[in-house]
């Protein structure tokens, strides 16, 4: 019997261990729906607070006796795709702008402030309220801050922006609430609701414009330029007038310019290039200004359109011999800056003279094409009107024109290496006595100027860095420098010239890896989609490697161009496939082709970017590319020299610093142009502080008039050289 009893145990056990599992797994499911209805209430809970705090801003913001009075101005709207604003509130309703929440179709694109990030419903925009940062203060004694909700993330911010400014203490939202916070828009500061009519009695809300206030264009030296009303008889009158006066003298000086080169100038048709890359060498015949500036004559009959201005340099020496032509240039001259000041809304005047302000340039095709973001977390760390983008419509000249009587400021250009060619081209032609320094974000593909500099490969280590607030502590710090800029100029079998002059800052190569920089150019014009970020720009790089692997096309290379350097013919290797002439150590993304620490030539000397010399080199095909990529060879060098012809006696394709096209059979002369000042990112932080600190002791020299602007330069020039 005990033996059945134990049997019997034996089998109900295993029932009752499954009916233990299934209560164990229930108590289980239970516990977990228990769990995430709790984290879902928490959730729900946070994101009230989060919405009566934004609620709680609005309404303070409403009450007049909260604040001082401050200026007010609208928001500038851009259409987005809801999805790029899926975890902000409306500012106006203060909704979500979830995709999930939405329902009428007219709803799926909404307004996003490029200033200050704010975004709008579709129909809520045009109630916005108008708290979007003031670009002008004139009249104002000071600036006054202009606190608002911060409506996007502080990618930008330092860990010290996130504590009250007044009591000290953390500003970040705690999980049962607490006092609502501002942010200031121009100094970044961050203050409780609470402590804020208690600092503002204390300060009456004066603004320093916080860190970066050396950098910031001041809003109370902006002024707003009125227009007169387009609507009226006698105005479109005059319109029309002016429009038919600037016609006419432009036909005049088109068929004048026609009847002197017409047996003089012949266009290949087959050099495409760059908008960017083309522009006119500065003559010696200029007239100073009154704000500092040189305006050259001869560009009367250019057109500043996207960086571009076609002028015959050959026909220079003959029309300035007579005066009618000299005529002709001051009217075009004056045509020149009516075009530019047409296109300014703002204007900047009496500014003191320790002001240091940065003039950006953002190009938003380059490399990532992240431009559109750029610009807005830019414009909330400077003045709007001081970040500039550059377009095919728009180029640089309309920003240096709005600088044109600031006498110390320095230039950011958000781009790749073209961008950077194409901001030093328009300063060239401004022919500035004190031509400012320039810094370069890295936003294109090979940024090989901005590595030479310092500046980072790319948005990905700037981003490492700490972000653009760093990139501007940076420019602040960094050290002047010096870089040589050379004339690139195509003439034909007669020693005419063919095009405008171009100008290489970085590299010129002529056979293998032109031609792969052409395939890429025209893959970007047929597919601009394709080239959304910079990892896959250089993946499509090295794709259109490998297919040119195989590809003997330029198996005769050797017998197709001729080298020279300083008058002496140069011997191309019976195995190479091109020739690339280097002024900089650094090419397709970092490759040093020249090596300096290589000590097998003994007969080279290393390689500057500020010593008027250039080096020539060889590569053996696009597989020798590839190696170089990866540090598993070297380039062949071949000679250095102060000026370098390259005969073409074959169609053959040509890039200069990225910038390629296919070129029929002439001859590249390059030969010194000038020098530029740029901005390099200091390694260690003393020599950075030295060298702005020389840097400032020079200019307040020039401005209190103790020394000119040729000696500062000079001195500038020597302080490069010495800290490099």
Not at 239 to 266: C, D, P
Request: contains cysteine; negative net charge.
């Amino acid at each position: 019997m005990e033996e059945d009893g134990e049997m019997g145990m034996f089998f109900k056990n295993p029932v009752d261990m499954v009916e233990s599992r299934g209560v164990m797994f229930s108590c289980f499911v239970a516990a977990l729906v228990g769990i995430l209805t709790i984290a879902y209430t928490a959730f729900q809970w946070r994101r009230n607070i989060n919405l009566s705090w934004t609620k709680a801003i609005a309404r303070s913001k409403k009450n007049p006796k909260a604040r001082h009075k401050t200026p007010v101005a609208p928001h500038s709207w851009e259409l987005h795709s809801i999805s790029r604003a899926k975890n902000l509130n409306c500012c106006v309703c203060l909704k979500s702008m979830s995709p999930s929440q939405t329902i009428v179709a007219s709803e799926t694109f909404v307004h996003r402030c490029t200033i200050c990030g704010a975004a709008a419903h579709f129909s809520c925009s045009s109630s916005a309220p108008k708290d979007c940062k003031c670009v002008s203060m004139v009249g104002y004694e000071h600036v006054v801050h202009q606190w608002a909700v911060r409506w996007t993330e502080g990618a930008d911010q330092t860990d010290d922006s996130s504590f009250c400014s007044y009591c000290d203490e953390s500003c970040s939202s705690s999980f049962l609430g607490g006092s609502p916070i501002w942010c200031c828009l121009w100094c970044q500061r961050l203050v409780h609701v609470d402590c804020h009519s208690n600092m503002s009695s204390e300060t009456g809300d004066i603004c320093d414009l916080g860190p970066l206030r050396r950098l910031i264009l001041c809003p109370l030296y902006v002024k707003e330029l009125t227009r007169n009303p387009s609507g009226g008889f006698l105005s479109t009158i005059t319109h029309g007038a002016n429009e038919l006066a600037s016609t006419v003298r432009a036909s005049i000086r088109s068929q004048s310019k026609k009847y002197k080169q017409a047996n003089e100038t012949s266009v290949d048709s087959g050099n495409s290039g760059s908008n960017c890359d083309e522009s006119t060498e500065s003559t010696a015949d200029t007239v100073p200004a009154v704000n500092g500036t040189h305006a050259v004559l001869e560009n009367s009959g250019s057109v500043m359109n996207g960086g571009s201005s076609h002028v015959d340099n050959d026909s220079n020496g003959k029309l300035e011999k007579k005066p009618s032509v000299k005529r002709s240039g001051s009217f075009g001259q004056k045509d020149e800056h009516q075009a530019l000041r047409s296109k300014l809304k703002y204007e900047l005047a009496d500014l003191p003279s320790d002001a240091r302000p940065l003039l950006v340039f953002i190009n938003k095709k380059s490399g990532a094409q992240r431009g559109d973001s750029l610009r807005q977390r830019l414009n909330l760390l400077l003045n709007p009107v001081q970040v500039c983008e550059l377009s095919s419509a728009q180029g640089p000249e309309v920003g240096l024109f709005l600088f044109r009587k600031v006498p110390h400021f320095r230039v950011l250009v958000c781009g790749g290496d073209g961008t950077a060619g194409w901001v030093l081209d328009a300063i060239d032609k401004q022919n500035f006595v004190s031509p400012p320094a320039v810094a370069i974000l890295p936003a294109g593909t090979g940024n090989d100027l901005a590595r030479v500099l310092n500046w980072g490969g790319g948005l990905g280590s700037v981003e490492r860095q700490g972000g653009l607030s760093t990139v501007l502590e940076n420019i602040e710090h960094a050290a002047v420098t010096v870089l040589d800029r050379w004339k690139v100029s195509i003439l034909n079998q007669q020693g005419k010239q063919l095009h405008p002059p171009k100008y290489m800052n970085n590299y010129i190569g002529v056979g293998c890896d032109a031609k792969v920089a052409l395939d890429i150019h025209n893959l970007r014009e047929e597919n601009p989609e394709r080239f959304y970020s910079q990892f896959m720009n250089k993946v499509l790089y090295a794709r259109e490697g490998a297919r040119s692997i195989m590809d003997r096309t330029f198996e005769d290379f050797p017998w197709q161009v001729r080298v020279e350097v300083d008058g002496v013919d140069i011997e191309v290797p019976e195995d190479a496939e091109g020739v690339l002439v280097a002024n900089i150590g650094s090419y397709m993304g970092g490759v040093d082709l020249w090596q300096n620490e290589d000590e097998t030539y003994e007969n080279f000397d290393p390689q500057s970017m500020h010593d008027k010399i250039v080096e020539v080199v060889s590569i053996s095909g696009t597989w020798h590319l590839g190696k170089l990529q990866v540090g598993l060879s070297r380039a062949r060098r071949l000679a250095q020299g102060q000026s370098v012809k390259i005969q073409l006696c074959a169609p053959l394709p040509v890039q200069i610093d990225g910038e390629p096209w296919f070129q029929q059979p002439c001859t590249l002369t390059i030969s010194h142009h000038g020098q530029a000042f740029m901005l390099k990112r200091a390694a260690e932080e003393p020599l950075g502080h030295a060298a702005a600190i020389i840097t400032d002791v020079l200019e307040n020299a020039e401005t209190n008039e103790v020394i000119n602007a040729s000696q500062k330069r000079a001195l500038l020039q020597e302080m490069a050289l010495r800290l490099t």
